[in-house]
């Protein structure tokens, strides 16, 4: 039994995936994708690469998350999953996650606060008098 893993990154969260053949259980930090992501739609999120590639219930996942927000893992998570993925059948699956985007990490950060201000870009107000 063949055990590929991946890494996924989004904003600041990191997802370290590890990918088996299998009857399609997902544990993430070892709680169940339901009881992990409560919401239907972050559910999806992290299921997309298995329906593009029609492998739904045919691998089991083993994730561990680590920093960011709910969002930011889900997606960290469907990238590190679109890579593992690519890892098992490259020829497979390759061109169906590569032209559904799936492979491509979002590099977009959250820009740093400067100093004298009290955001990224936000200035105090301006008094004349």
Do not use: H, W
């Not at 990238?79 to 490259?90: K, P």
């Amino acid at each position: 039994m063949k055990i590929t893993n991946a890494l996924g990154r989004r904003k600041s969260a990191v997802a370290r995936v590890y990918i088996t053949p299998g009857k399609g259980n997902i544990v993430i930090n070892d709680r169940e994708l339901t009881d992990y992501f409560k919401e239907e739609s972050l559910q999806y999120i992290v299921g997309q690469p298995f329906e593009i590639t029609g492998t739904v219930g045919q691998f089991d996942i083993k994730a561990n998350l680590d920093g960011g927000g709910i969002k930011g893992q889900a997606e960290a998570l469907r990238l590190g999953i679109a890579r593992a993925l690519c890892e098992v059948d490259s020829e497979a699956y390759r061109p169906a996650l590569k032209a559904a985007g799936m492979l491509t990490r979002d590099s977009r950060e959250v820009e740093r606060k400067k100093p004298g201000q009290p955001g990224a870009r936000r200035r105090f107000q301006f008094s004349k008098r």
